[in-house]
């Protein structure tokens, strides 16, 4: 469950201790005594020293491994073992020199060759960490001293080490470290479980000399679960704490310390309290506060890259946005979706921010909130994803009370009548399945509208619709869209039907307030039933008003004002040779228009083809009126032209003709 609040210190000491080895006895070891001696003065190369001290105390089944105040130790890249504790209050030196590594590691910005990643390989992405720790539990990073990492005298030389890194680690604690001065990420965190990153203080070197594309970002949190990140000071050159999901990212190949070719869910992440700010020398808003970076879309199974579940709050955010998603995947081949995104809350921050890039955009993320949302909308999924459930069962969609999503081969609808009406639907399928005395909804939240735009209803023709099919074993069920915001009904229908059906509700947005609408099924009542529902689409119509820079004029038209029309004002054609066109996509297209007494003809052409032909004469005036509807087009692209004939109703006293706008139906 998503936390409201951090957990404590005390808690997650308890969870690391509870992770060591049964009967253990905690050793408590400083690293200057013997039989490790190192001498933290600085100059000497410390490594061997404290790495014998952290197995000696691993292999003891846990304890603790202190760095003491006053004295600096130089080291290269030091391992946790299970049950590790390293105290750092003196200083953790990051040594440049080749044989202070037990792995000799690669030196400048880029690692060689490159695992395909398109603005070059990081060769922080392939040296272990100044201090890592891999497929263990129970490890953690303490102290009131500092991790320094450190640059050579030239950028060619230096070796680029990521201050702390986790992979595959459980059970584990960061608190009030400092890690200063690094030319790469502070803190890796990649396909962990149950962590707490409190009152670190992470600075890295974002002042000349900075390599282009340095990376000098803050926190990085992985293909994680169950990680707290609160109370934290961050100053960073790129971006200051990340939220990610990754399946195959090049960097992660053998010679790395890590890998994304398994992942896990990114889920269950609170970012609060965190003074955080992303900012290039010379002062420069480059990068964003919180970044979402969504790149597991390749993944077979998308429910193992969704990231869902994240909670930022009460934080000091600057940068150039306050929060982006990095969605466009940037290696693989063919087009790779970003991952699913679903239930992000972002709320009582303090923003200091510049124009969100145009990147963000593009990003898409269902069932999300913010109290910023003239900043933050442009997260909001624009339509419906997963309908059909076939992108792996429930990615996208919110579950509450027993519902999800499922299939004949690994369903939870046991019965004869639920696995011949899975048989019949070939795949995965979206169900409701409460016991008696439970409800149970499955849902997903978006926001049809991009910005600026207002929810407009043409002529009665309603311009959102959604579609699905659904079955039950007879218990009523609710096909329903709610307001997102208020969780008002917005339109419904209660179904019992045994057999597939298609159901459809064409429901009218709010005129003003929260345009985020809630889309799904939901049990009735308290009675035991399943339901399920499959191949759920949305359609939004798209408008084409008079006043558009789509709509090409030839001949003599003027422009009136009239509070009724779209856009409040439509176009009026004199005579013959009064022509318009405009392309349009869709399988259908009407023409909004005005009928009156002064009216006369004119021909709709479609791709060239005579459609039909308009007599807009009424014995009585009916402005905002469908004047033309033809369906049947074929998806795609086409081009509309209204020519006007200079021809009329014999009843008609002139030959006008009237243009508001057109609606193009996918």
Request: hydrophobic share 40%.
């Amino acid at each position: 469950m998503l936390r409201t609040k951090a957990w404590s210190v005390a808690a997650v000491v308890a969870v690391w201790l509870l992770a060591a080895p049964a009967g253990a006895s905690a050793l408590d070891v400083d690293v200057t005594a013997p039989p490790y001696s190192a001498t933290g003065n600085g100059t000497t190369n410390d490594r061997v020293a404290i790495q014998r001290a952290i197995d000696a105390v691993a292999a003891a089944g846990g304890g603790i491994v202190t760095l003491p105040a006053g004295k600096t130790f130089l080291s290269g890249s030091v391992k946790l073992g299970a049950g590790v504790r390293l105290r750092v209050n003196g200083t953790l030196k990051q040594s440049q020199v080749d044989a202070h590594y037990a792995t000799t590691p690669t030196h400048g910005h880029l690692y060689p060759g490159g695992g395909g990643y398109p603005n070059g390989d990081l060769a922080s992405m392939h040296n272990q960490p100044m201090v890592h720790a891999a497929h263990v539990g129970g490890v953690a990073v303490d102290g009131a001293g500092a991790i320094q990492l450190t640059r050579a005298a030239t950028e060619g030389a230096t070796i680029h080490l990521m201050g702390i890194g986790f992979y595959r680690v459980h059970d584990y604690e960061l608190l009030n470290i400092d890690v200063l001065g690094g030319s790469s990420y502070a803190l890796a965190l990649y396909t962990t479980g149950n962590g707490l990153i409190d009152g670190t203080r992470l600075i890295t070197t974002h002042s000349d000399p900075n390599p282009a594309g340095a990376n000098t970002d803050g926190i990085s949190i992985q293909n994680s679960q169950h990680v707290v990140v609160t109370d934290n000071y961050v100053r960073v050159g790129d971006d200051g704490i990340y939220v990610w999901s990754s399946y195959a990212d090049p960097r992660g190949v053998a010679s790395s310390w890590w890998s994304s070719a398994v992942p896990q869910a990114t889920r269950d992440v609170e970012i609060a309290r965190n003074d955080v700010r992303a900012e290039r020398n010379p002062p420069n808003l480059c990068c964003s506060a919180i970044s979402l970076i969504a790149w597991g879309g390749g993944a077979p199974d998308l429910r193992t890259v969704e990231i869902s579940d994240i909670h930022v709050h009460d934080n000091q955010l600057a940068g150039g946005s306050a929060v982006r998603c990095w969605c466009r995947v940037p290696f693989g081949t063919g087009s790779r979706a970003q991952s699913p995104v679903k239930r992000v809350r972002i709320e009582n921050n303090t923003y200091t921010w510049g124009q969100a890039p145009a990147t963000a955009l593009k990003a898409e993320v269902t069932d999300f909130s913010t109290d910023e949302p003239d900043l933050i909308r442009i997260l909001n999924a624009r339509t419906l994803h997963n309908g059909d459930f076939e992108s792996t069962g429930d990615a996208w969609w919110t579950s509450a009370g027993p519902a999800g999503a499922t299939r004949s081969s690994e369903s939870v609808l046991t019965s004869p009548a639920a696995q011949a009406r899975l048989g019949e639907a070939g795949g995965w399928v979206g169900y409701v399945n409460p016991a008696a005395g439970q409800t149970a909804s499955l849902a997903q939240a978006f926001l049809p509208l991009m910005d600026g735009e207002v929810p407009v209803d043409v002529g009665g023709v309603v311009r959102h619709r959604f579609a699905a099919d659904v079955v039950t074993d007879g218990t009523q069920a609710r096909v329903v869209v709610r307001n997102r915001c208020t969780n008002a009904v917005i339109d419904d229908a209660l179904v019992s039907n045994t057999a597939w059906s298609r159901v459809e509700l064409a429901y009218r947005l709010p005129s003003a307030g929260c345009y985020s609408v809630k889309i799904g099924l939901e049990s009735v009542g308290t009675d035991a039933g399943w339901a399920m529902i499959d191949d759920g689409a949305v359609v939004n119509d798209t408008v084409i008003d008079s006043a558009s820079s789509q709509v090409t004029r030839t001949g003599s038209w003027s422009t009136y004002d009239e509070e009724s029309d779209i856009g409040g004002t439509h176009l009026v054609g004199a005579s013959a040779g009064a022509n318009l066109s405009f392309p349009f996509n869709g399988s259908r297209i009407r023409i909004r228009g005005t009928r009156d007494t002064n009216l006369g003809k004119a021909g709709v052409y479609v791709d060239g083809t005579l459609r039909g032909t308009i007599d807009y004469y009424a014995a009585t005036r009916a402005d905002g009126a469908i004047v033309f509807d033809a369906s049947g087009l074929g998806a795609g692209n086409h081009t509309l032209e209204l020519r006007s004939t200079g021809t009329r109703n014999p009843a008609s006293s002139n030959v006008y003709t009237v243009f508001d706008a057109a609606i193009a139906t996918p």
